[in-house]
C-alpha cells in the first residue's frame, strides 16, 4: 500500500540554523501539505502546495518557512533560522483530489531545536 | 478562524463499551473529517462527513454530521484496545486552512 514517508524522523539542532525537513508524498497526489504539532498541542495547518505554488498559508508559515518540490517526487519545508519554539513534530501530508479530502500523513519528523 | 472543540478530552473505557467523542465547531461545517493519531506516529484518516445529517460507518466506527453543521460524533461500538488514541476531528473552512480539534485521548482497558 503506497505511503507517505518523511525523513530524518528526529532532527536536532541549534538555534539560528536552517533545516530541511523532507517528504515523499505518494506518487499521484496533486495537493500537499504541512503541520506541525507542538508538544501537547493541536496539529496546526502550516501550508498547501499545489501545482507548483502554495495556495494557502497560515498565520505561522511566515518568512522564515519556505516549500519547494524540487523533483517530481520530493517535498520540502525549510526553516531558515530555527527557533526554539520551532520545536515540534512535522506532518507531511498529500490528496490525490480535491482539497483536503483523505489526507494521507507521514508518520513525522520530530524537530528539536537546541 | 475556525475553532474546534472536542469533549471529552480523554476516555478510559473497559473493553467491549461504547463510547461516544463529540467534535463542536464555532462556524457552520464545509466538510468535516476525522483522523486517529497512534502515540508518536502520524495520522490516519477516518472519514469525511459534508452534508447535514450524513452518517458514515466503518467497521465498528460511526460518525454524524448535525443537521446544522456545526457538531459532529464519533461513536465506537464494542471498543477493542486497537481503538486506543487519540482521535481528531477536523475541518475545510470552505476550502482555505485546515483545523484540527483539540483531540481525544482514548485509553481501552482489557
Known amino acids: 500500500e503506497p505511503e507517505v514517508t518523511q525523513t530524518p524522523s528526529h532532527q536536532v539542532t541549534q538555534m539560528g540554523q536552517e533545516v530541511i525537513l523532507r517528504c515523499v508524498p505518494i506518487?499521484?497526489?496533486?495537493?500537499f501539505y504541512w503541520y506541525r504539532q507542538i508538544l501537547g498541542q493541536k496539529v496546526e495547518f502550516l501550508v498547501s502546495f499545489y501545482n507548483n505554488e502554495i495556495s494557502e498559508k497560515s498565520e505561522i508559515f511566515d518568512d522564515q518557512f519556505s516549500v519547494e518540490r524540487p523533483d517530481g517526487s520530493n517535498f520540502t519545508l525549510k526553516i531558515r533560522s530555527t527557533k526554539l519554539e520551532d520545536s515540534a513534530m512535522y506532518f507531511c501530508?498529500?490528496?490525490?483530489?480535491?482539497?483536503?479530502?483523505?489526507?494521507?500523513f507521514g508518520p513525522g519528523t520530530r524537530l528539536t531545536v537546541l | 478562524s475556525q475553532e474546534l472543540e472536542q469533549s471529552p478530552q480523554s476516555l478510559i473505557v473497559q473493553e467491549g463499551k461504547n463510547l461516544t467523542i463529540n467534535c463542536t465547531s464555532s462556524?457552520?461545517?464545509?466538510?468535516l473529517y476525522w483522523y486517529k493519531q497512534k502515540y508518536g506516529e502520524g495520522l490516519i484518516f477516518l472519514m469525511m462527513?459534508?452534508?447535514?445529517?450524513e452518517e458514515k460507518s466503518h467497521e465498528k466506527i460511526t460518525a454524524k454530521l448535525d443537521e446544522k453543521k456545526q457538531q459532529s460524533s464519533l461513536h465506537i461500538t464494542a471498543s477493542q484496545p486497537s481503538h486506543a488514541g487519540i482521535y481528531l476531528c477536523g475541518a475545510d473552512n470552505t476550502g482555505n486552512q485546515f483545523y484540527f480539534g483539540t483531540g481525544t485521548s482514548l485509553t481501552v482497558i482489557p
Open positions: 501530508a498529500s490528496t490525490k483530489a480535491g482539497r483536503y479530502n483523505e489526507q494521507f
Open positions: 462527513l459534508q452534508k447535514g445529517g
Open positions: 462556524k457552520t461545517l464545509y466538510g
Open positions: 506518487s499521484n497526489h496533486l495537493y
